[in-house]
């Protein structure tokens, strides 16, 4: 199978098993948008062109959020794809404070191509932070969430350093600006 059809049938399978779920920002984007957006990040600015890095971004929040598993990603797009997926997938059997701190201490561990993984995640996790919080999220509780992203990408530096340019810019605007709406 060629690169192409292996990206194609990675946003398939993940749009599919996204397809109910929204994105958790007041304009309930579909989800699916944000596993593109962090592999276009990827290939734009980290200017990755491992299919294999591409594709397990494409499907980083697969086995997080869905019911897809292990198997069925080593099965459908090889055992190195399912590695990084795994790598940035959250133990959903944890508390949320409890998954939070372990990405904060796992960060320093991951492979290099998980940490570029989550960089990408993080941008666009904080852009969505500053620019399309839940409605719920208070500016606090948006500064809250761009710190601790902070601190998960201090672990994750050395990767990639287009990617820690581009993360960097994102975590000093979003500071700029939702401390000026306190």
């Not at 491992?50 to 459908?76: F, K, N, R």
Request: charged content about 35%; proline content about 3%; hydrophobic content about 40%.
């Amino acid at each position: 199978m060629n690169d192409v059809n292996r990206i194609l049938r990675a946003a398939d399978f993940a749009a599919k098993k996204h397809k109910i779920q929204k994105r958790k920002g007041a304009n309930a984007e579909p989800y699916i948008n944000h596993p593109l957006e962090v592999a276009r990040i990827l290939a734009e600015t980290g200017e990755i062109e491992d299919i294999d890095i591409l594709v397990a971004a494409i499907l980083h929040d697969t086995i997080e959020d869905t019911d897809a598993t292990p198997t069925e990603l080593t099965t459908l797009f090889g055992e190195r794809v399912c590695n990084f997926v795994l790598e940035v997938s959250d133990d959903k059997s944890l508390s949320k404070e409890q998954r939070k701190e372990m990405q904060v201490k796992h960060a320093p561990h991951l492979s290099t191509g998980a940490k570029q993984i989550k960089l990408a995640d993080k941008i666009s996790n904080i852009r969505d932070a500053l620019i399309n919080p839940p409605a719920d999220w208070s500016i606090e509780r948006r500064i809250q969430y761009v710190e601790w992203g902070e601190r998960v990408g201090e672990g994750l530096r050395g990767a990639n350093e287009r990617l820690e340019k581009l993360f960097d810019e994102e975590i000093e605007k979003a500071k700029i600006h939702l401390n000026r709406k306190l």
